[in-house]
């Protein structure tokens, strides 16, 4: 019995699809459905499991072992996940030209980020200016967080430099 057990476990590990692509990202084959799923941007925990319970598919099962149709399923419930989900749920709402709310994912999600900030930027919207200035964007406190020009009160290495640089230049 024990020679035929490590006979069905290569069996299985032939049967398992390494890569699978969905859209431009490749995701590992060997992870369950839920895990290799989170590591698309633009998907999250909550996002897999809700493919994964909509596909009809375990969401601990090995993504690369499961059956191709269910494969396919998953990949096309990713691809249309905004007409699937309420609009609260998708993370692109009203669109600025088109006013339709879709659900990016991989490149997309960067690209269109990158493209509404630089609208908002080049139409000085406050959110434009804080981002150009490099401020702090929704509301958060700047006070005592968020400073960037270096350090806080008596920077003794500076003084330092400086007193050695006169003493340097008198001689």
Do not use: C
Not at 88 to 111: K, M, P, Q, Y
Request: zero cysteines; charged letters at 40%; hydrophobic letters at 30%.
């Amino acid at each position: 019995m024990s020679a035929e057990e490590p006979d069905n476990a290569d069996e299985e590990d032939e049967d398992i699809r390494y890569f699978v692509r969905i859209g431009q990202t490749d995701l590992d084959g060997t992870k369950s459905v839920e895990r290799s799923l989170t590591e698309m941007k633009g998907i999250g925990r909550r996002t897999a499991r809700i493919i994964a319970d909509k596909a009809g598919v375990d969401r601990r099962a090995t993504f690369g072992a499961l059956e191709d149709d269910d494969i396919d399923a998953v990949v096309e419930l990713v691809e249309g996940y905004a007409d699937e989900v309420p609009e609260w749920l998708a993370n692109h709402r009203n669109d600025f030209f088109e006013g339709e709310t879709s659900h990016e994912i991989g490149n997309d999600l960067e690209l269109t980020r990158r493209q509404d900030i630089n609208r908002m930027k080049m139409i000085d919207s406050y959110k434009g200016v804080r981002h150009k200035r490099g401020q702090k964007v929704r509301g958060q406190r700047t006070k005592s967080t968020g400073r960037t020009e270096g350090t806080i009160g008596v920077n003794v290495e500076a003084i330092k430099e400086e007193q050695a640089e006169e003493g340097g230049d008198e001689e």
